[in-house]
């Protein structure tokens, strides 16, 4: 199982970035799908997931409102956007797969992938 996390770079304070995760097409549909986050020296923490059919999401209390994850299984992608970004925000955004339903528990993803920069400057 491969998860191709894109579309991170470098934008100010205020802008917006959209940041996809391409799987296999298995692995999208069956999967609640999860974006985490890790900043330098900070443990790596959750910030989004969505069930297998979109029906439930979950946001960490630090993104809801700005952020939106999604996900269209017929192209096997899941995404998420970023808006009103802060410095805060400013990490490596990893997409992830777990085999159970939605949850914030980093454990309970199965795949990861490799992770994706955004660096917001203030």
Do not use: H
């Amino acid at each position: 199982v491969q998860l191709q996390a894109s579309g991170g770079g470098m934008v100010q304070a205020g802008d917006s970035l959209r940041l996809s995760c391409a799987a296999s097409r298995r692995t999208v549909s069956n999967n609640a799908m999860g974006w985490f986050r890790q900043a330098p020296g900070k443990e790596r923490e959750f910030v989004a997931s969505i069930s297998w059919n979109g029906g439930r999401i979950v946001y960490a209390d630090s993104v809801k409102g700005r952020f939106t994850i999604s996900r269209d299984n017929a192209k096997s992608t899941v995404s998420l956007q970023l808006s009103s970004l802060k410095a805060e925000d400013t990490a490596l955004y990893y997409c992830a797969a777990s085999q159970s339903t939605v949850t914030t528990v980093r454990w309970m993803y199965n795949y990861w992938g490799q992770g994706t920069q955004v660096t917001v400057s203030s």
